[in-house]
C-alpha cells in the first residue's frame, strides 16, 4: 500500500516524537493533531515534513481521533501514538497491502516496554489495537480507551507497534490519574455505577488476573508493578465513578 496517512495525537511529545516521525517516513503523508504543544512538538513535525493541525483535545480522544480522519488526504489512515514506534515487520506488512482490500480495517500488535524491558505477559502481553483503517467506513468512539466501529471485517497485520509510555513510576502515576478520570467521566455517560463492593474488590480480583493467570509475574519486578499500576487505575476510575455518581444526588 503507497497512498496511506499517518496520524498522530501529540502534547508535549518532543521526548519521542523525532524516533516515531522517522520510523513513518515509508507513508505519503504525514498529519499530526496537537493538542496546544508547548515544547518543541511542532518544531520536531515541521523538520519531519508532517501537516499540523492544532486541534484542543477537550477530553475526548474519539473526537481528536476522527477530527484525524476528516483531514487526511488518503482513504487509509494509519493511527500511531505519539510514544510508539513501526518495527521493521509491520512497515514491510503495510507496504504490501495491495490498494484495494475487501476489509474495512487491521488490528496491529502493541508490545509494551516499561524501564527498558519488554513486557511479554501480563494485560499488555497479546494485545491488538485496529489502528488501521478506511476512514470511509468506519469511525472512533468513545472519548478514552477509544475503540474504532468499523461497518465491515477488521484482519489483522503482522508486525507490531514498540511502545514506550512510562519511563518512571512517576510518570505512570500521572498517566493513571488523567486517565481515570476520564474513564469515570466517560462510564458516568454510559450510566455504569458502582459501589463499594467493586471499588475494592474489582482492582484486586483484576490484579490477581494479570500478575498470575496472564503470567504478569514472568516479566518480573516490572511485570508486579505494571500489574499493580493497571489495578490501581481500575480502583481509581471506580472511586472517582463513585465520587461523581453520589455528587449528582
Known sequence: MKNFTVAILTKNSESTLSRLLSSC???NEIILVDDNSTDGTLTIAKKHGAKIFV?????????QRNYALENATNDWVLFVDADEVLNSELIDSIEKLPENTEVDAFKIKRTDYFWKQKMNYGETGNCYLTRLVDR???EFKRSVHEVYSAKGSVDTL???FEHYAHNSVQGFL???NFYSTLNAQTFLREKRRTNVFDIFFTPIFKFMYTFFLKLGFMDGAAGFVYSFMMSFHSFLTRAKLYSLTHSKK
Open 25 to 27: 517516513q515509508f507513508a
Open 55 to 63: 486541534h484542543s483535545l477537550n477530553n475526548d480522544f474519539a473526537a
Open 136 to 138: 470511509r467506513k468506519g
Open 158 to 160: 503482522c508486525g507490531e
Open 174 to 176: 500521572v498517566k493513571i
